[in-house]
Structure formats: C-alpha cells, structure tokens
C-alpha cells in the first residue's frame, strides 16, 4: 500500500525557517520525480517544487525561488522542503506527490500519489 506521510509543518514567525520532509513507502521511491504543492484556504492547489528520480534536476514556482529547497535522499525513500525567509502568503497545507512518468512536472494532474498534507502558519 502506497503512502506519503508529510511532517515537520508548524507555526513560525515571518523570516523564519521551517523543513518538511515526507516519507514514502509502498512503491519504488527512485522511480518517481517527486514534487511539493500547498493549498492555502479558499484556494486551489498550486505547485511550489519538483524534483527529478535522482535529485539532479529541481524545479521552482517563481514565488519561492531562492526561499526555498527542494531534496531527496533515495536511500532513505524521503523527500525534503527547506523554507526559508517564509512570508505570510506561505501559509498553506503542503503536500508532497509521487510521478512515475514524468521527470517533475508542475500540474498536478501528472501526479500519482499524494499525502495528507502538513500545516504550514506563517504570522506577520
């Protein structure tokens, strides 16, 4: 059974830092590009971060580059999200999904699987 477990959300203060990790399980972790979306309330989901099968390739939403990092380590079948200089419009759910086909696309749709999400607060 496939599983995505996020953690490492909370609330912080705006500049502050937070990493989200996510834990997969139950399929082939180095066979998938891996990316990062968020929702925030009353909004739909948007891409914030991919990454290709072996982690040389990573990609960006524009609002988040030079804030934030993406990672994953294979041996360890996870996939990280370094955020720094978070700012208010952060403050979303994120979710990690797991893509076979592809080498990190940004639409969702092209995503296989999914997590629950993590909260992410950023106060002002």
């Known amino acids: 059974q496939v599983h995505l477990v996020e953690s490492g959300g909370g609330l912080v203060q705006a500049g502050g830092s937070l990493r989200l990790s996510c834990a997969a399980s139950?399929?082939?972790?180095?066979?998938?590009?891996m990316a990062w979306f968020r929702q925030a309330p009353g909004k739909e989901r948007e891409y914030v971060a991919s990454?290709?099968?072996?982690?040389?390739?990573?990609y960006y939403r524009d609002s988040v580059k030079g804030r934030f990092t993406i990672s994953r380590d294979n041996a360890k079948n996870t996939v990280y999200l370094q955020m720094n200089s978070l700012k208010f419009e952060d403050t979303a759910v994120y979710y990690c999904?797991?893509?076979?086909?592809?080498?990190?696309?940004?639409?969702?749709?092209?995503?296989?699987?999914w997590g629950q999400g993590t909260q992410v607060t950023v106060s002002s």
């Open positions: 139950g399929f082939t972790f180095s066979d998938h590009a």
């Open positions: 990454i290709n099968r072996s982690g040389g390739t990573t």
């Open positions: 999904a797991a893509d076979w086909k592809r080498g990190g696309s940004s639409r969702s749709q092209d995503y296989d699987f």
